[in-house]
């Protein structure tokens, strides 16, 4: 089996190599070629399996016809501009995001013109294809209002994974992924990044900055959850799925406080006491329009797993990241 | 006032032209000039109102910053390929139902860089955003899961455009047309097709064919009724739509045996008996899948009306294409 990783020196991008190389095999069948491609050329991991590196955008004429030249059996597409640099650079952002996953997938559908092939494609969407107002739980066929140029982007590469597996271009599968944390690595400004950095900082003997309420709820899985999701959806049988082929995944939601009493649990007041906080009104803000909870019902009978409580949560960091047991 | 109309020489298209004509103005605005674009060139209407009519590929290079270098106030974006012919024609249904709307979009923004510009922009959708399984009663805010190319295109183009207007590089509106009957003109191979045909062929005296069974149900408004739709969504205040752009427009929820009630009122058994039964298997799978009823609270709200019964949309047909008064 070829896979390919379009996105492969992202922080969920380089876990999953990773997850790959250590089985060596994927649904009972051996990884004979890994092809890795990013902005920037991914690390090539140490591994007797064949592996291909490459810096591509994936937005420039000929870049998706040449990964798909090599017919991959599996295709990861994991490359996005993130939200904030996304609404920032307007252009930028509909030109990887969507011209970037509308080209993939019409290199996948030209190649099969010319020879049958039908690859599996596993598309990274996210929880940003909704957007206020919200039900309080919401359901996997919520309408699609994304309130930002990113998730109006993915929710547009939802439409087209639909369209090009219906036409029986591609067997497309897309997984709305939950906000990751604990992030590994340094603090990042992302409107996001306190929920990682309240945990990661004072586990590693550091300040975090808190800018929000401890009541504010939001919707959470580890990158161990996250690969197990790209994983199985790589190897389910996608008959079941019918023409709805993007899942909201399973995720925990929790608030900021609970948060806070997990890492209390596990690390001690003395790593809670280095939670500082400092409101800030514009992350508040944005914030309080973020869903807080997801029926993830349907995903969750075709066999996805995340965790139940945060302390799983923050176990897995520490287990991954830190190389410690369960203890602080 | 300077309005563009994108699909000019269609049923509908046509219809709008006369009646901004007839009027004169909008809105309270006079109409200075009207530009008619489509893919041949319209006909030039008889008016004192300056009219420009042009033959476009809107999907070509340059052509919609042709069309916007006039800066419309204006623009009514009516283009599109078809249901059928998009589904089998991947390539020209993506071509000019998403590149082409992408692109009119782009050059309004691009325009707007140059110098302060924000058209109002009515867009028209379809009611083939949506697919089963649905319920019974589709609400506005269903979630989109388009059966088709077409109606993967036409949601797509409802994302773009409520994205461009968050972004406040247009003033954008979608309507969400119910099956417009009575089509006027010759019976055409439209899935749809037989829907207007068995009322307005027996009205002409001539044998019309009916492919699926009297219980069938539908969503109706008359072209009489599109073109209110029209006419209200170029100049209503589109502050209360909020993120949520497009709206379902009010219709007529019908069974075909209805259909033919209303016929007989209005012309007599004669005319009924002119409707030949013919099942047709594969029309009847087609229009199986087809929503049967929609609340379209949100629309009636702010000021959208159709028709409320087939009646009244019989009489439409007979008043704007026969030169008939109510009788038969």
Redesign the interface.
Known sequence: MHILIIGAAGMVGRKLVNALIAEGRLGGTDITALTLSDIVAPEKPHTAIPVEAIATDLSAPGAAETLIAARPDLIFHLAAIVSGEAEAD?DKGYRINLDGTRLLLEAIRQEGLRQPYRPRLVFSSSIAVF??PLPPVIPD???????T?YG?QK??GE??L??YS??GFLDGIGIRLPTIVVRPGKPNKAASGFFSGIIREPLAGLEAVLPVDDSVRHWFASPRAAIGFLLHAATLDTAPLG??RTLTMPGLSATVGEQIAALEKLAGPRAVSLIRRERDETIAAIVAGWPQNFDAGRAIALGFRAETDFEQIIRAHMEDERGQGGGA
């Open positions: 307007f957007g206020e066929d919520q309408a699609h209002t994304p309130l140029s109006t929710a547009i439409l087209l639909a369209d219906r036409r023409q709805r």
